[in-house]
């Protein structure tokens, strides 16, 4: 018995520790591999909906280091004018400790807020712009999925959290090229609204159709390489340019496009042929990913 | 903006017909007549004022400071106020995030390199005095202008100063000052109204209020260029008749920005170089 | 490809002046003539406010004036007008301002206690009262208690409609009635704004235009353009009831007027392109009579239209100098015709 220390009573109970709690051990999943085959799929992801007990829907999602929430409040009364279709709101936030992709760039801070984008001129946090643009793009795709007519006079919430992101790519080297993050941005939102649309058909909030969403990358030689993770060679593709774009559908009602959002690397002219590719190949990881959905809904309910 | 569900389908009736019947009747690639001023402002390298018949009007300025190359992150800084809207609201900020990526994706940072130590860094401001559609085509049109004719102080110490400890000096005579390149056209954005298998350009405020869906193209260097994405373009109202695309449409929306872009830069060098003719006082 | 097929970009310029510089006061003249002589001396001088306008303590004070002791001075900019015993300052600028009798075009902004709130560009919304409109029926006007959503089944917020001024209350909201054929939710056309001081005052507001358009032209400067319904034309006042697709006649007036047809949203569903077009024409002329700050009446809209005629792509009308060129001509027929 050590009587330097200050024991508690007999009867304490000393609770289990993680496995390992030396921040050391824990190391990236790097079990991604690198050559072609496994590279042109798409990465497995983690699933589960109702863990937050106080919202009408949730869903959380793990996708290589990726974690996202999503809480879905609603439909919830509005007092006041009368409105006869619901509204809709999404609203998207990394947590405070989180580097958001692109932050040096778009989440400009100044004399006002003190070094802390979220800040503005009124001491008050809001979203930072990255925030405010993944948010428009996630309104913007589940918009046309939900039937707003069957809620008149209600609103629908849709709060979606960013818990942890991939590595992000440092951009200190002074070349042209600042889009980098876009890659990553991009990527994250592809997640997001996967996540966001299962979280709706946890709250039952009756929709036209799941909205999925898929994201590709096209090379300058006309590779096409699904679901894109920065795998170290960067520098290559950016000298010669890539076209990454995110797409978002309805799948089950003809592949109904909701969403779209695509960004560059490097000269690269966008054609005919490099929608058309990004666009089959978001339209075919969507349909993947929407028979995965499937089987975890159906799993879910039994 | 709000329609009764008479002239909700009255309009969409109209334009879905092929060709689409606009109520102003303009076809579907017109857009709407603009009047613009350039240069006006003293105390900017750049300046350009847009205006549109409804009264949507738009100002942009271009002010450069010289900064070290290396310690910052990006060179040119754009901020946008809307006239009735917070700044961090979702309305402006998407715009300014669009209009930020837009340019820092297309800018050759070459024209703003002084020295190997050295660069101009541009801040562009922007001021939407009042819109009615939805504002980032004027935007960008507008930061055009005042781009293209932004001059810079000519640098007359060293290009080479990696020996040299020296700031670098500019000649004092404001004449001297040259444009960023006599060849650069900058980056637009166009905005499309999608309806049925119909692509409008330039949709005005009513047409926006019944579209199914809306695009956001850019264009640069006689291509249509990233970014790329859609958009509900009726802010504000709840818009009952929005709903996806069809993937083809993405495509003829950029054959038809290819199309009909370039006579757009066209008309805007055009009033660049008669802006540079005659300095007449007004900018009403 | 033409660039001005696409965008039209030009520096901006004073509008030319036009070599008849009294076209304001022509529009003054104009209502001389519609408003049956009432006029005894029409001095339109400009005043502007704390202008001395008379000393004589004989005239009544109306709007735009106040007074100390006998001296009424302006309290406005803008044109004296004195009209029998009154004494009264018309602004140059403003708001529509409603008067009785005024046929007025309307958006509901609010549906509330047995009454609607509409927008008609006055400084407050106009009330339309409940017992104030026909209805389907006359069932519920029966019935004491009146649900909120029952109302919206009739006139909701958006709705479009064209409505009389019936009165004025004290603190200047003007209450509305649609009690009549004429009146009621509008449809089978599009809206319009132009200024409420283009728009003149005249016996008719409502009336049917070349190319099977028809037009309300509200006092509140609040354009309809829209089909002209067959049945109901405006320019023609017999009761004739004329067949409608086919189908039985229209028995009574009395019928017509309680039927639920009055408030459908639906359109007709034979609007052809060709009628489409018109309107599009006419939306315009009349955009074009406002930008040149022309005053807007029949009969400059229909020679607008005439002198449109020529132009074969009706798109290029939204340019200025078309607008101009336009109005030029429209003011060159009216001198012609005298």
Not at chain 2, 100 to 128: A, E, G, M
Not at chain 3, 62 to 88: C, M, P, Q
Not at chain 3, 92 to 116: A, C, F, L, S
Not at chain 3, 214 to 233: A, E, P, R
Request: charged letters at 20%; proline letters at 4%; glycine letters at 6%.
């Amino acid at each position: 018995m050590d009587r330097r220390r200050l024991l508690g009573p007999l009867n304490t109970i000393i609770p289990n520790i993680g496995i390992s709690s030396n921040p050391n051990d824990i190391k990236p999943d790097t079990t991604i591999d690198n050559d072609e085959v496994s590279a042109n799929q798409i990465q497995n992801f983690f699933l589960k909906t109702g863990i937050i007990e106080n919202a009408n829907g949730s869903a959380y999602l793990e996708v290589g280091n990726s974690i996202i929430e999503v809480s879905v409040f609603g439909p919830r009364p509005i007092r006041g004018s009368f409105v006869d279709r619901a509204s809709f709101s999404v609203e998207c936030k990394f947590l405070p400790y989180i580097t958001q992709p692109g932050e040096q760039i778009y989440n400009t801070t100044n004399q006002f807020n003190n070094g802390n984008s979220n800040t503005n001129a009124n001491g008050r946090t809001g979203l930072t712009t990255i925030e405010q643009r993944i948010s428009a793009y996630v309104e913007t795709a589940l918009l046309p999925s939900i039937i707003l007519e069957k809620y008149p006079k209600s609103t629908f919430d849709i709060f979606i959290t960013i818990i942890s992101t991939e590595e992000g790519v440092n951009n200190n080297d002074e070349d042209d090229d600042n889009s980098a993050p876009n890659e990553q941005l991009l990527r994250l939102t592809n997640w997001i609204v996967n996540c966001s649309s299962v979280a709706l058909v946890d709250a039952s909030v009756e929709l036209k159709d799941i909205v999925t969403s898929g994201i590709v990358k096209t090379t300058s030689d006309g590779k096409v390489i699904f679901d894109p993770r920065s795998q170290g060679n960067e520098e290559e593709e950016q000298e010669e340019g890539s076209v990454i774009g995110v797409a978002s559908f309805m799948n089950l009602r003809n592949d109904e496009l909701v969403g779209i959002w695509i960004e560059r690397q490097g000269a690269i002219n966008v054609g005919d042929t490099e929608m058309n590719n990004i666009l089959d190949g978001c339209n075919e990881m969507s349909k993947k990913i929407r028979a995965n959905i499937n089987t975890y809904l159906a799993n879910s309910l039994e | 903006m709000i329609l009764s569900p008479a002239e909700r389908s009255y309009l969409y009736d109209s334009l879905s017909q092929k060709p689409p019947i606009r109520p102003g009747a303009r076809s579907d690639h017109q857009f709407r007549p603009l009047e613009a001023k350039t240069s006006f402002l003293p105390n900017s390298n750049g300046s350009a004022r847009i205006r549109l018949n409804d009264g949507s009007e738009c100002m942009i300025s271009v002010k450069s400071k010289v900064v070290v190359t290396k310690s910052v992150t990006n060179l040119i800084d754009v901020d946008i106020d809307v006239a009735g809207f917070r700044d961090d609201s979702n309305f402006v900020s998407n715009l300014k995030y669009n209009l930020t990526s837009l340019l820092i994706t297309n800018f050759p940072s070459q024209y703003l390199k002084l020295t190997s130590k050295y660069s101009f860094k541009l801040f562009i401001d922007c001021i939407v005095i009042s819109h009615s559609s939805y504002p980032l085509s004027l935007i960008s049109l507008a930061t055009y202008l005042a781009l293209k004719t932004t001059r810079l102080p000519l640098l007359v110490s060293e290009v080479n100063d990696e020996e040299i400890e020296e700031q670098p000096t500019f000649s004092d005579d404001w004449d001297n000052a040259k444009y960023l390149d006599e060849a650069f056209e900058p980056p637009i954005f166009i905005t499309l109204g999608v309806i049925g298998t119909n692509l409008l350009f330039d949709p005005s405020i009513e047409e926006e209020q019944v579209l199914e869906n809306g695009l956001i193209v850019s264009f640069y260097k006689d291509n249509v260029i990233t970014p790329i994405s859609n958009i509900n373009l009726a802010t504000n109202s709840n818009n009952s008749n929005f709903k996806g695309l069809n993937q083809k449409l993405i495509i003829e929306s950029i054959n038809l920005c290819n199309k009909y872009c370039p006579a757009i830069i066209k008309a805007l060098n055009t009033l660049t170089e008669q802006d540079d003719e005659g300095d007449d006082d007004h900018i009403f | 490809m033409d660039v001005t097929e696409v965008i039209n970009i030009t520096k901006p310029s004073r509008s030319r002046g036009y070599e008849d510089e009294d076209d304001d006061s022509d529009i003054e003249m104009l209502g001389n003539n519609h408003n049956d002589g009432e006029f005894t001396n029409n001095n339109s001088s400009i005043v502007t406010p704390g202008e001395l306008i008379t000393e004589d303590p004989i005239w009544m004070k109306g709007h735009g004036t106040y007074f100390i002791e006998d001296k009424t001075y302006s309290s406005v900019a803008g044109n004296v007008s004195r009209v029998n015993r009154l004494l009264s300052v018309i602004p140059i600028r403003g708001r529509y301002q409603p008067e009785t009798g005024d046929h007025i075009v309307g958006r509901i902004t609010e549906v509330g206690n047995k009454r609607w709130k509409v927008d008609i560009g006055a400084k407050q919304d106009a009330v339309l009262m409940l017992g104030s409109v026909n209805l389907p029926g006359g069932i519920l006007r029966r019935k004491s208690e009146t649900d909120e959503l029952q109302m919206r089944n009739f006139l909701k917020e958006g709705d479009l409609l064209n409505a009389e001024v019936q009165t004025i209350f004290n603190n200047g909201i003007a209450s509305l009635h649609t009690r009549s054929l004429k009146y009621g939710k509008l449809r089978n056309g599009m809206f319009l704004k132009v200024p409420s001081s283009l728009i003149i005052k005249s016996k008719n507001h409502a009336f049917d235009l070349p190319g099977n358009i028809s037009c309300v032209l509200g006092v509140n400067g609040y354009i309809w353009l829209y089909k002209t319904n067959l049945n109901n034309q405006n320019n023609n006042t017999t009761n004739i009831n004329i067949h409608n697709n086919g189908a039985s006649p229209a028995i009574t007036r009395l019928e017509e007027e309680s039927s639920w047809e009055i408030y459908s949203d639906k359109n007709d569903s034979n609007i052809t392109n060709a009628i489409r077009s018109n309107i599009t024409r006419y939306y315009n002329i009349i955009k074009a009579l406002s930008f040149c700050e022309l005053g807007i009446t029949e009969p400059r809209i229909i020679m607008g239209y005439e002198s449109s005629l020529s132009y074969m792509n009706v798109g290029s009308l939204i340019d200025k100098d078309s607008m101009e060129t336009i109005c030029q001509e429209i003011i060159n027929n009216e001198k012609m015709r005298g």
